[in-house]
């Protein structure tokens, strides 16, 4: 991914597309705040990853989870107010990064409660839990809480719901053979697709219609750009003999199960579902919701998109002192699976609707759910000066090989 930078021709049109969207803004000056920032101390950096681990393997005395989440919280905010002075894309990717651990470190560290005394730290072929292990098998699952996000093989593991016969049951031979057809397949569908992530001046220019569909195109878009990487990555590994094809699971659910805005989110890719359910449970229990009530499924929906947004909006303030929109966007998502759960199930069993005609209905509410909400987070991001995550016009339009004329 890119970023057009502080003094590209875009950039005043960027800032009014900031200022005409609903997007958080921190600076009344920017451009100033982001020329002054510092250069990102790589001490600090490995600092922070060495306490990511440390804390795990120490023997527990008081007030120790406290004590590390806040020394790592601040020492994160530290480094991703800084520079690396190579692209905006760096810092960010920097920012998603060390963000990301903070909030799985929140998670396994605070959350979950003290690491002994976890049962989900559970592995197969291991004896006892965390107190038990080694410093090698601490290691690893440690590890495992920022590289293994669905926790693959471990007592907290994630999956997408599909049925039976995935391709993670295949044999070697299959398993590879499926995933070389997948990136095809993806390639084929998502190269064309980049034609419709929109510049500054066609999010200025273009109508309500064309707004909406580019805003689908390009929720398509992220998607094949996260399961091709994935799918690369579980043809490579397991090709190598790193891993077997039970370590890869599919990385999304049934598409054919996207008919409502939270089943569409529960297709989504999981790698952020034990850290936002670790902390909807933990503020619950802290507010004293009642086990199963109604109060703590709100709760629990609210945290998950709110530290959702923290994710995306934390990363787009280090390179923008803006939230990008991210947290709007999200926030609307829990409100539209709110807006499921209080009148369109209601009154769906009212009217005894069922079967296709339930599916009919609610896939026509959910693509104009995500095609209006999707124009605040893809325009929020071009406002802060995203590029396509891949310049396909550059690779195979008119600058590149022209190997397919797209634009």
């Known amino acids: 991914m890119d970023f057009g930078r502080l003094d590209d021709p875009e950039s005043d049109r960027r800032y009014e597309l900031q200022r005409l969207r609903p997007i958080l803004r921190f600076s009344s000056n920017p451009a100033a705040d982001l020329a002054a920032r510092p250069s990102v101390s790589w001490s600090s950096v490995v600092l922070f990853e060495a306490l990511l681990y440390i804390p795990f393997l120490l023997p527990p005395f008081p007030f120790r989870r406290i004590l590390f989440i806040s020394i790592n919280t601040a020492l994160c905010f530290h480094i991703m107010r800084g520079t690396l002075h190579r ?17 799985r470190f929140c998670d396994f560290f605070g959350c979950a409660g003290a690491p002994e005394e976890n049962k989900e730290l559970t592995r197969k072929g291991w004896n006892g839990g965390f107190r038990d292990w080694n410093w090698k098998q601490r290691l690893k699952c440690v590890s495992d809480f920022w590289w293994n996000t669905r926790g693959i093989g471990w007592g907290w593991e994630t999956r997408p719901r599909r049925g039976a016969g995935t391709s993670d049951s295949l044999p070697k031979s299959q398993f590879l053979a499926y995933h070389l057809r997948r990136i095809a397949l993806l390639f084929a569908i998502g190269i064309p697709l980049h034609r419709y992530y929109p510049s500054v001046e066609a999010v200025f ?3 309500i219609s064309e707004r909406i569909l580019r805003s689908l195109a390009c929720g398509v878009i992220v998607g094949i750009f996260i399961d091709v990487s994935y799918s690369i990555s579980a043809f490579v590994c397991v090709s190598l003999g790193l891993f077997t094809p039970q370590d890869w699971p599919p990385a999304y659910g049934s598409v054919t199960s996207c008919y409502s805005i939270r089943r569409t989110w529960a297709f989504w890719h999981q790698m952020l579902t034990h850290m936002v359910t670790s902390h909807g449970d933990w503020i619950s ?3 004293g919701c009642t086990k199963g009530s109604k109060a703590e499924w709100f709760v629990r929906l609210y945290t998950a998109f709110f530290l959702s947004g923290l994710l995306h909006s934390v990363p787009a303030w280090a390179i923008s002192r ?15 699976i709110s807006i499921e759960e209080a009148i369109w199930k209601p009154l769906g069993q009212r009217l005894g609707a069922r079967g296709w005609l339930v599916k009919v209905l609610g896939l026509v509410w959910t693509l104009t759910w995500f095609g209006l ?8 991001l071009v406002a802060i000066g995203m590029k396509p995550l891949i310049d396909w016009k550059w690779v195979l339009g008119d600058r590149g090989l022209g190997l397919l004329k797209v634009w």
């Not at 803006?322 to 539209?336: E, I, K, N, P, R």
């Not at 909400?373 to 929020?380: D, L, P, R, S, V």
């Open 205 to 207: 220019q273009a109508s």
């Open 373 to 380: 909400t999707n124009i605040i987070f893809f325009e929020g």
């Open 285 to 287: 229990g802290v507010l």
């Open 87 to 103: 692209s905006y894309g760096d810092d960010f990717a920097l920012a998603v990064g060390l963000f990301g651990q903070l909030q």
């Open 322 to 336: 803006t939230d990008g929109g991210s947290m709007c966007f999200f926030m609307l998502q829990a409100v539209g």
